[in-house]
């Protein structure tokens, strides 16, 4: 039972180059999110998704999207890619009674 | 110099001391609250929660507390170990709001 994988777990880019942090579960929970963490800021949300199908901003959601694949997958997209956006990405997924998993996390920094 | 609010509050303990970490929340209309832990380079885990209905709850090694009277919520870790040696986070479900909201987070320093 892997709970919430993340991929990939490392990545370097130049300002202005996109990717995709993909991210999976198999806890067959409805809820999945993106947080970025920074030093002293604690937990940012960056989008959401309540159920397959849908997905909604968060906190900090400017300069990323999401696509909800199925309903295990959830990815997060940089179109292009900023100094700003350095940070460590966690995708996670809730319980129906509130617990969020995470992954261990996409170190990413952008030159 | 850097801001202060790059370094997050520090609890050093020696091994086998009990340790408390503290956490103020922020609104009446919670009514879950979950503790994490994260290792450094690693996704924050679950520890412990406890609904607003209770006051007390008990696991392994580690007891949270809930007043809701000053919106006060608590990690104490009995025996502490220097496996404990971690960030510390305290979340809050809020009624209506689409995920758990966190807390800044204290670090835990365990010395052999």
């Known amino acids: 039972n892997a709970g919430v994988t993340q991929t990939p777990k490392f990545q370097v880019l130049k300002t202005g180059q996109s990717m995709t942090l993909q991210c999976a579960q198999d806890m067959n929970h409805n809820s999945m999110y993106w947080y970025r963490q920074d030093p002293g800021m604690g937990l940012r949300l960056i989008y959401y998704s309540a159920s397959e199908g849908t997905t909604d901003k968060g906190e900090v959601p400017n300069g990323y999207n999401v696509s909800r694949l199925n309903k295990r997958e959830f990815s997060l997209r940089l179109e292009s890619a900023a100094p700003s956006q350095t940070s460590v990405y966690f995708c996670?997924?809730?319980?129906?009674?509130?617990?969020?998993?995470f992954g261990e996390g996409s170190r990413l920094t952008v030159l | 110099g850097e801001s202060v609010g790059l370094h997050l509050p520090t609890l050093s303990v020696q091994e086998g001391d009990n340790s408390i970490i503290n956490c103020a929340y922020s609104?009446?209309?919670?009514?879950?609250f979950i503790w994490y832990k994260q290792e450094s380079g690693k996704g924050p885990q679950f520890i412990i929660d406890i609904r607003s209905n209770m006051d007390k709850r008990q696991g392994q090694r580690v007891t949270v507390l809930l007043n809701k009277t000053v919106k006060h919520l608590s990690l104490q870790i009995a025996a502490t170990q220097p496996g404990d040696s971690a960030v510390y986070f305290c979340a809050e479900n809020i009624i209506g709001y689409s995920t758990l909201t966190f807390g800044k987070g204290t670090m835990l320093l365990v010395s052999p």
């Open positions: 609104n009446s209309a919670s009514d879950y």
């Open positions: 996670a997924s809730r319980t129906g009674t509130g617990e969020l998993f």
